[in-house]
């Protein structure tokens, strides 16, 4: 059979039973959602894509790219969409395209021409599940990268400890990426409250090495360019072990213990009277 002449049978045998088989295709998808998507919803939008479907086919063409499969592909790449948002699995999502498949697939009472048929929908069908997973995954990658964002702002506040003082207290790894967030966050902060001394907390940094190191002295240095100066707290004992081991160099950047002694250290600098609970200056 050609092409055509393909295209046009399949177009007959899902006609024919298009009630029934659209039916078994929601039947099928349902079961393996199990109940976490409303069933008027799923037979909508599978009865959508079996009338797209019948549409690609009666325009002749099996090139699922080509403009006969447009509206399709626009619906697939909507469901494919839909479920990584709704936290479905890839499995999951592509079963909604090769269920259809298996619910047209030919019996031993099949007439040889039709199951040439059919086996030219099952390579359609592969190719449109295919293109489900690419949106699936693209879909899942930008989510993730949303949420990575969203958490590297979390972690990273700044915060107003005093007049004319910030502080940033990090927590965790210090790469590349939470080092350009940190300084902008910090530079646009130095504005908005007109601070003239920024503290960056390290305590709940895990490590320093040379490369965490860089980072902090860029952020300083971006901070110094905007007219604050910068004092590095939480530096433990075994951080300091380890910077000392390295040979990292701080240079005239002033270092402290903890954030207590920090702000002590940024209010004298003030011009702030700064007494401890003994009383003493």
Do not use: N
């Amino acid at each position: 059979m050609a092409g055509q002449e393909v295209s046009s049978r399949l177009v007959e045998l899902l006609t024919a039973k298009d009630e029934q088989l659209a039916s078994a295709w929601v039947e099928a998808v349902s079961r393996t959602l199990r109940g976490r998507m409303s069933l008027a919803e799923l037979e909508r939008e599978l009865r959508e894509l079996y009338t797209a479907l019948v549409d690609g086919l009666r325009k002749g063409a099996f090139d699922w790219q080509g403009d006969a499969y447009a509206e399709l592909r626009a619906l697939l790449a909507e469901l494919s969409r839909s479920r990584a948002r709704q936290g479905f699995t890839p499995t999951e999502t592509a079963t909604s395209v090769l269920a259809c498949k298996d619910i047209l697939a030919p019996t031993t009472d099949t007439p040889s021409d039709d199951i040439h048929a059919y086996l030219h929908l099952g390579k359609l069908m592969d190719a449109l599940a295919l293109f489900t997973l690419e949106v699936y995954a693209k879909t899942r990658e930008e989510i993730i990268s949303a949420q990575s964002e969203q958490l590297m702002e979390l972690s990273t506040p700044v915060v107003k400890l005093w007049e004319g003082v910030v502080a940033v207290p990090l927590v965790g790894t210090l790469d590349s990426a939470r080092t350009q967030v940190v300084m902008e966050k910090l530079l646009q902060a130095l504005v908005d409250v007109d601070a003239d001394q920024a503290i960056i907390d390290i305590t709940g940094v895990p490590a320093v090495d040379t490369e965490v190191a860089q980072h902090l002295l860029k952020t300083v240095v971006a901070a110094r360019l905007m007219g604050a100066e910068c004092i590095i707290s939480g530096i433990r004992p075994q951080i300091a072990q380890t910077i000392v081991a390295l040979g990292i160099q701080f240079g005239d950047i002033v270092t402290k213990a903890s954030l207590a002694d920090a702000l002590k250290h940024a209010l004298r600098r003030g011009g702030a009277d700064v007494t401890t609970s003994g009383g003493q200056a």
